[in-house]
């Protein structure tokens, strides 16, 4: 029996988790060579399970090869970061609307329904907005949607372009829980959740891509509040320090 093997799951999973954190948070400037000796040396693993980090990072499109050998911080522009918000959108409107078309499963539909009342729990609770379940139970509603499509394709596909550079579901919501308009712009996020799963129920699959398409660009308004409102709420957002001006 191999016992090595959940070691070095263990040590890929460190390596993905910390390495994703470093390059979104702007520890490497954008375009820069990825020291992998230091790097290997401050996550505390060996070079191999790196490499495998670097190579899904590759796939995330956070960082880049080499011709001469090993990655670079990928650095996107503003229209990079717009485009990648429309694919994700795109992704999740063909979930919504094949969950509508065929019908939800059963379990995943209570499930969903449970998901939205603790949302609803968490924007409208006596002690105001609940951030952390709020950004929490966000990211499951979205997952349950791409998996109530019925397809393992599409439910891949969203998932990939969730992990686009600053397109997920929760991109936007970190580091803004004190800003009086954004608070505002979740209680409008939750509504919309609530629509996207009424015409699921409903087998409405053009109103329910619409929807998702529409909640999508939620993101990108988010964007212009970061960018334009106050400079200083950018340096929260991971991600950003890769965008160029």
Do not use: W
């Amino acid at each position: 029996m191999n016992t090595a093997r959940p070691e070095k799951q263990t040590q890929f999973a460190k390596a993905l988790l910390e390495l994703r954190l470093l390059v979104l948070n702007g520890a490497f400037a954008a375009s820069s060579r990825l020291p992998e000796t230091q790097l290997a040396e401050r996550i505390g693993i060996s070079r191999t399970p790196l490499r495998q980090a670097m190579d899904r990072l590759v796939e995330e499109g956070l960082l880049e090869r080499l011709p001469a050998g090993g990655c670079r911080v990928a650095s996107f522009s503003m229209d990079d970061i717009i485009d990648a918000i429309e694919i994700r959108g795109v992704l999740e409107g063909t979930a919504a609307r094949l969950a509508a078309e065929r019908g939800p499963d059963p379990e995943a539909a209570e499930e969903c329904r449970r998901v939205l009342d603790r949302l609803d729990e968490a924007v409208s609770g006596p002690d105001g907005i609940d951030f952390a379940a709020y950004v929490r139970l966000n990211a499951s509603f979205h997952e349950l949607v791409a998996s109530m499509s019925a397809s393992r394709l599409v439910k891949r596909e969203v998932e990939k372009a969730a992990r686009l550079p600053l397109a997920s579901p929760s991109a936007f919501l970190q580091g803004q829980e004190l800003v009086p308009d954004f608070r505002e712009s979740l209680k409008y996020a939750q509504r919309q959740h609530r629509a996207i799963f009424e015409a699921i129920l409903n087998r409405e699959g053009a109103r329910a891509e619409a929807l998702a398409r529409e909640h999508a660009r939620l993101a990108r308004q988010n964007l212009d509040h970061v960018m334009s409102a106050d400079p200083s709420l950018a340096e929260r957002v991971p991600g950003l320090a890769l965008v160029s001006a």
